[in-house]
């Protein structure tokens, strides 16, 4: 059963990091960080990424701004910034190492111990992957309740919300973890090759024709 299973946990695991990967990189650039609605004016949604600010119109679609300054930022925004780098890179870097690790593939088959370390290298760089990108979209949404709820600040001040790439980045860190912890479990199930087995049974039956040969008159 475990050599049924194996490819396909390791499939599996590696569509399932490679869904949190775009996830993740798309959860980089989206500028749906943090949502802003104007009570005097509805028809207009301010959003915040990254990178820039956006204003949604009704009649002239969206227009952004991009960042002057790095330094200008937020604590949030700027770490948020390493960290979903840090990600991104950690992510296709254990797509690369997992992929030359699969059992399906045929390249390397006979150093399959070194196919085994490549795969838990990939699955550790994909829980790495997925921290980091849980950690700065969380921070975010941190930052943004105490905002919310902060009794300082007048009522009448708008306040921002959670934008829509807070729960992509949520949904790309699930993802990396869950693919790297597939392609680990892989490593822990044991195989028993066709080759270990060969060799075994010839000795056997030539150490039977021997045995008839000396019984022989």
Not at 34 to 59: R, S, Y
Not at 76 to 102: D, K, Q
Not at 132 to 146: D, G, K, L, N
Not at 189 to 197: A, D, I, L, N
Request: glycine fraction near 8%; include cysteine; aromatic fraction near 10%.
């Amino acid at each position: 059963m475990a050599l049924v299973y194996q490819p396909v946990m390791q499939l599996s695991g590696i569509l399932v990091s490679l869904l949190g990967w775009v996830l993740s990189c798309l959860t980089t650039y989206l500028p749906q960080w943090k949502n802003l609605n104007l009570e005097l004016n509805e028809l207009e949604i301010w959003t915040m990424g990254l990178w820039q600010a956006c204003v949604v119109q009704e009649e002239g679609g969206m227009q952004c701004k991009d960042f002057d300054s790095f330094l200008a930022l937020p604590p949030e925004l700027r770490i948020s910034r390493i960290l979903m780098f840090f990600s991104n890179g950690s992510g296709l870097l254990g797509l690369l190492l997992s992929g030359f690790g699969l059992d399906c593939l045929k390249i390397g088959e006979r150093q399959q111990e070194q196919k085994k370390r490549l795969l838990l290298f990939g699955g550790m760089l994909f829980w790495i992957s997925g921290i980091t990108a849980i950690v700065p979209v969380s921070w975010v949404a941190h930052s943004t309740v105490q905002e919310f709820w902060d009794e300082n600040i007048p009522d009448i001040v708008p306040r921002w919300d959670f934008g829509e790439a807070l729960f992509v980045g949520w949904l790309a860190g699930f993802c990396l973890i869950l693919g790297g912890s597939l392609l680990n479990c892989t490593i822990c199930s044991t195989e028993v090759h066709p080759s270990s087995v060969h060799f075994p049974v010839a000795e056997q039956q030539d150490q039977c024709q021997c045995l008839e040969t000396e019984t022989r008159p």
